[in-house]
């Protein structure tokens, strides 16, 4: 089976910077994901990370770790919009090849 | 082009009441999905289909739900009947082929039931 750990909650200020932990346990491994949603919308896709590093996109960056079976989204400059929840994911290499998601963490920006 | 529809947004229904979701993926997307997402939780996975085979449904409570994807372009989530615990919100999701790391949703069926 999988299992994902993130803090449930985070608070920042407007243009500072915030990173999202998300530890793992999965029976097979094959990339983790990051997903932002925001309250009654649809989860996006952000990031994904095969290989241990760090993928930047713009003001957000995820970095892998899997010696670890460790990784985090670095949002930076962050603004008002950014106030959303954040679900990193694992998709397992047993079979299902199913995308397996966190329970959350839930950002609020604050000015 | 537009992305991943669902309707109803929102339903409200008494329990032992049948409910039926429906959606519509991105054109070409050969793999869809039906999440269910509690409050505070991360969506969680009910079905997958490829084409319209349902492939993995090992979640998908059968005594009362099913699902169907005809011609394996549109699908339909059925509840039948429902309880006070399946409120919540139903995603649909679709992607190019199993393997494909970014999933495209819709924004979500939400479901209350009383």
């Known amino acids: 089976g999988q299992s994902l750990e993130q803090p449930s909650e985070v608070t920042a200020v407007e243009g500072a910077i915030v990173q999202i932990n998300c530890t793992y346990q999965t029976s097979g491994f094959y990339g983790l994901s990051w997903y932002q949603q925001h309250d009654g919308g649809a989860p996006t896709f952000l990031s994904y990370n095969g290989l241990d590093g760090l993928e930047e996109t713009g003001r957000f960056s995820s970095f892998l770790s899997r010696s670890d079976s460790y990784g985090y989204l670095l949002l930076q400059e962050l603004q008002m919009k950014d106030s959303a929840s954040y679900f990193c994911a694992v998709r397992d290499n047993t079979g299902a090849n199913n995308l397996f998601f966190g329970t959350g963490t839930r950002l609020t920006v604050i000015p | 082009e537009a992305g991943v529809v669902q309707s109803p947004r929102y339903k409200i229904i008494e329990k032992k009441q049948p409910v039926a979701f429906w959606c519509n993926p991105i054109?070409?997307?050969?793999?869809l999905y039906w999440y269910r997402q509690n409050l505070g939780q991360g969506p969680e996975l009910l079905i997958r289909y490829e084409n319209e085979e349902a492939v993995d449904d090992s979640q998908l409570p059968k005594d009362r739900f099913s699902a169907e994807r005809l011609k394996g372009v549109d699908s339909t989530l059925k509840i039948q009947p429902a309880e006070l615990g399946d409120s919540a919100v139903y995603l649909c999701?679709?992607?190019?082929?199993?393997?494909?790391?970014?999933?495209?949703f819709g924004a979500g069926s939400r479901l209350t039931v009383l």
């Open positions: 999701a679709s992607s190019l082929g199993p393997g494909a790391n970014v999933l495209t």
């Open positions: 054109s070409g997307h050969n793999t």
